[in-house]
Protein backbone atom coordinates (compact mmCIF):
# COMPACT_ATOMS: atom_id res chain seq x y z
CA UNK A 1 0.00 0.00 0.00
CA UNK A 2 1.25 3.58 -0.83
CA UNK A 3 2.41 5.70 1.90
CA UNK A 4 0.08 8.83 2.31
CA UNK A 5 1.89 12.21 1.73
CA UNK A 6 0.56 15.86 2.44
CA UNK A 7 -0.93 16.01 -1.40
CA UNK A 8 -2.47 12.75 -0.99
CA UNK A 9 -4.11 12.87 2.53
CA UNK A 10 -7.84 14.88 2.58
CA UNK A 11 -7.98 18.19 3.82
CA UNK A 12 -9.92 17.55 7.01
CA UNK A 13 -7.14 15.64 7.80
CA UNK A 14 -4.33 17.72 7.10
CA UNK A 15 -5.99 20.17 9.18
CA UNK A 16 -6.55 17.73 11.90
CA UNK A 17 -2.69 17.00 12.03
CA UNK A 18 -1.74 21.11 12.33
CA UNK A 19 -4.12 21.65 14.45
CA UNK A 20 -2.61 19.12 16.77
CA UNK A 21 0.86 20.32 15.62
CA UNK A 22 0.30 23.64 16.33
CA UNK A 23 -0.39 22.63 20.38
CA UNK A 24 2.53 20.42 20.82
CA UNK A 25 4.65 21.80 23.94
CA UNK A 26 8.09 21.48 22.98
CA UNK A 27 8.85 22.89 26.62
CA UNK A 28 7.01 19.98 28.66
CA UNK A 29 8.11 16.54 28.60
CA UNK A 30 8.66 13.14 30.75
CA UNK A 31 10.99 10.99 32.11
CA UNK A 32 10.04 7.53 31.91
CA UNK A 33 12.69 5.55 34.57
CA UNK A 34 12.77 2.19 34.69
CA UNK A 35 8.54 1.59 34.58
CA UNK A 36 8.85 -2.13 32.99
CA UNK A 37 5.08 -3.08 32.45
CA UNK A 38 4.42 -2.55 28.73
CA UNK A 39 0.76 -1.50 29.19
CA UNK A 40 1.80 1.30 31.85
CA UNK A 41 4.38 2.70 29.32
CA UNK A 42 1.72 2.74 26.80
CA UNK A 43 -0.64 4.36 29.09
CA UNK A 44 1.55 7.00 29.82
CA UNK A 45 2.36 7.57 26.69
CA UNK A 46 -1.29 8.04 25.50
CA UNK A 47 -1.73 10.72 28.47
CA UNK A 48 1.67 12.84 26.91
CA UNK A 49 0.16 12.85 23.52
CA UNK A 50 -3.51 13.66 25.04
CA UNK A 51 -1.56 16.83 26.76
CA UNK A 52 0.58 17.89 23.89
CA UNK A 53 3.95 16.03 25.32
CA UNK A 54 6.11 15.80 21.45
CA UNK A 55 9.09 14.02 23.47
CA UNK A 56 9.42 11.10 25.61
CA UNK A 57 12.86 10.69 27.75
CA UNK A 58 13.12 6.96 28.23
CA UNK A 59 15.47 6.31 31.02
CA UNK A 60 16.50 2.61 31.94
CA UNK A 61 19.17 1.99 34.14
CA UNK A 62 17.56 -1.44 35.84
CA UNK A 63 14.92 -2.88 33.24
CA UNK A 64 15.54 -2.99 30.18
CA UNK A 65 14.06 -0.12 27.92
CA UNK A 66 10.49 -1.27 26.05
CA UNK A 67 10.58 -2.50 22.38
CA UNK A 68 8.35 0.00 21.17
CA UNK A 69 8.14 -1.63 17.84
CA UNK A 70 7.34 -4.83 19.42
CA UNK A 71 4.00 -3.62 21.73
CA UNK A 72 3.00 -1.70 18.87
CA UNK A 73 -0.50 -3.38 19.21
CA UNK A 74 -0.13 -2.53 22.54
CA UNK A 75 -3.11 0.44 23.88
CA UNK A 76 -0.06 2.64 22.65
CA UNK A 77 -0.11 2.24 19.03
CA UNK A 78 -2.40 5.15 18.69
CA UNK A 79 -0.24 7.60 20.80
CA UNK A 80 3.57 6.21 20.65
CA UNK A 81 3.58 7.33 16.73
CA UNK A 82 3.14 10.44 17.24
CA UNK A 83 5.85 10.97 19.82
CA UNK A 84 9.59 11.40 19.63
CA UNK A 85 11.45 9.28 21.94
CA UNK A 86 15.38 9.41 23.53
CA UNK A 87 16.71 6.21 25.04
CA UNK A 88 19.11 7.14 28.61
CA UNK A 89 21.00 4.34 30.52
CA UNK A 90 22.86 6.95 32.70
CA UNK A 91 20.52 9.10 34.88
CA UNK A 92 22.98 12.01 35.13
CA UNK A 93 23.58 12.15 32.01
CA UNK A 94 20.11 12.06 30.98
CA UNK A 95 19.50 14.90 33.76
CA UNK A 96 22.40 16.82 32.62
CA UNK A 97 21.19 17.03 29.23
CA UNK A 98 17.55 18.33 30.41
CA UNK A 99 19.33 21.39 32.17
CA UNK A 100 21.53 22.37 29.71
CA UNK A 101 18.28 22.66 27.29
CA UNK A 102 16.64 24.44 30.16
CA UNK A 103 14.39 21.93 31.68
CA UNK A 104 13.61 22.06 35.30
CA UNK A 105 13.27 18.56 36.57
CA UNK A 106 10.18 17.47 38.90
CA UNK A 107 10.12 13.56 40.50
CA UNK A 108 6.88 12.70 41.54
CA UNK A 109 8.04 10.48 44.11
CA UNK A 110 6.11 9.90 47.70
CA UNK A 111 8.02 11.81 49.77
CA UNK A 112 7.35 13.63 53.07
CA UNK A 113 9.52 16.51 52.12
CA UNK A 114 8.23 17.14 48.52
CA UNK A 115 5.67 19.66 47.14
CA UNK A 116 1.89 19.57 46.25
CA UNK A 117 1.74 18.97 42.47
CA UNK A 118 -0.39 21.74 42.56
CA UNK A 119 2.51 24.00 43.86
CA UNK A 120 4.21 23.30 40.58
CA UNK A 121 4.58 25.85 38.59
CA UNK A 122 4.32 23.80 34.84
CA UNK A 123 4.07 27.03 32.79
CA UNK A 124 7.62 27.03 32.53
CA UNK A 125 10.20 24.35 31.04
CA UNK A 126 9.36 21.28 33.05
CA UNK A 127 10.18 17.77 32.83
CA UNK A 128 8.43 15.39 34.72
CA UNK A 129 10.08 12.07 36.26
CA UNK A 130 8.00 9.21 36.55
CA UNK A 131 9.42 5.85 38.22
CA UNK A 132 9.21 2.15 38.41
CA UNK A 133 5.99 0.30 39.70
CA UNK A 134 7.91 -1.08 42.65
CA UNK A 135 10.31 0.93 43.72
CA UNK A 136 9.23 4.24 42.76
CA UNK A 137 11.67 7.27 41.25
CA UNK A 138 15.22 6.40 42.15
CA UNK A 139 17.32 8.13 44.82
CA UNK A 140 19.70 8.47 42.07
CA UNK A 141 16.91 11.03 40.24
CA UNK A 142 15.44 12.42 43.56
CA UNK A 143 18.58 14.04 44.58
CA UNK A 144 19.74 15.08 40.91
CA UNK A 145 16.29 16.95 40.33
CA UNK A 146 15.14 20.12 40.80
CA UNK A 147 12.22 19.00 43.15
CA UNK A 148 10.13 16.29 44.12
CA UNK A 149 6.35 16.94 44.19
CA UNK A 150 3.28 14.31 45.44
CA UNK A 151 0.29 13.93 44.55
CA UNK A 152 -2.30 14.73 47.13
CA UNK A 153 -4.03 11.61 48.56
CA UNK A 154 -7.33 11.29 51.05
CA UNK A 155 -7.61 8.04 51.20
CA UNK A 156 -6.02 5.00 52.92
CA UNK A 157 -3.75 4.01 49.90
CA UNK A 158 -0.33 5.92 50.07
CA UNK A 159 0.22 6.03 45.55
CA UNK A 160 -1.26 5.55 42.56
CA UNK A 161 -0.33 3.46 39.76
CA UNK A 162 2.23 4.79 37.68
CA UNK A 163 0.70 5.24 34.63
CA UNK A 164 -2.75 7.01 36.58
CA UNK A 165 0.23 9.10 38.50
CA UNK A 166 1.33 10.17 35.46
CA UNK A 167 -2.08 11.64 33.86
CA UNK A 168 -2.94 13.34 36.88
CA UNK A 169 0.61 15.37 36.60
CA UNK A 170 -0.01 15.91 32.86
CA UNK A 171 -2.90 17.05 33.59
CA UNK A 172 -2.42 19.74 35.57
CA UNK A 173 0.28 20.80 34.03
CA UNK A 174 -2.26 21.14 30.96
CA UNK A 175 -4.75 22.89 33.16
CA UNK A 176 -2.50 25.70 33.96
CA UNK A 177 -0.91 25.25 30.28
CA UNK A 178 -4.59 26.38 29.13
CA UNK A 179 -5.09 28.67 31.84
CA UNK A 180 -1.49 30.79 30.63
CA UNK A 181 -2.43 30.72 27.28
CA UNK A 182 0.62 28.10 26.31
CA UNK A 183 -1.69 26.21 23.93
CA UNK A 184 -2.64 29.30 21.07
CA UNK A 185 0.94 29.94 19.81
CA UNK A 186 2.74 27.15 18.21
CA UNK A 187 5.82 25.82 19.99
CA UNK A 188 7.12 24.33 17.07
CA UNK A 189 7.18 27.09 15.19
CA UNK A 190 6.15 27.49 11.76
CA UNK A 191 8.83 25.43 9.93
CA UNK A 192 8.28 22.95 12.86
CA UNK A 193 4.82 22.64 11.93
CA UNK A 194 5.23 22.31 8.30
CA UNK A 195 8.44 19.40 8.45
CA UNK A 196 6.19 17.26 11.30
CA UNK A 197 2.82 17.77 8.97
CA UNK A 198 5.22 15.83 6.05
CA UNK A 199 6.34 12.85 8.76
CA UNK A 200 3.20 12.67 10.24
CA UNK A 201 1.20 12.64 6.38
CA UNK A 202 2.67 9.14 6.20
CA UNK A 203 2.28 7.44 9.09
Known amino acids: MPRHTIDTITDRRRQRLEDVLRKRQTDLTIVIENVWDPHNVSAILRSADAVGVQKVHLLYTIEKAPNLKRHGKQSSASAKKWLDFEVHDNTEQCF ?79 RQRSEAGLYDTPQLGENGVREKLITWASL
Open 96 to 174: SLLHEEGFRIFASHLSRDGRSLHEIDFTGKIAVVLGNESRGVSDEACALADGIYTIPMMGMVESLNVSVAAAVSLYEAQ
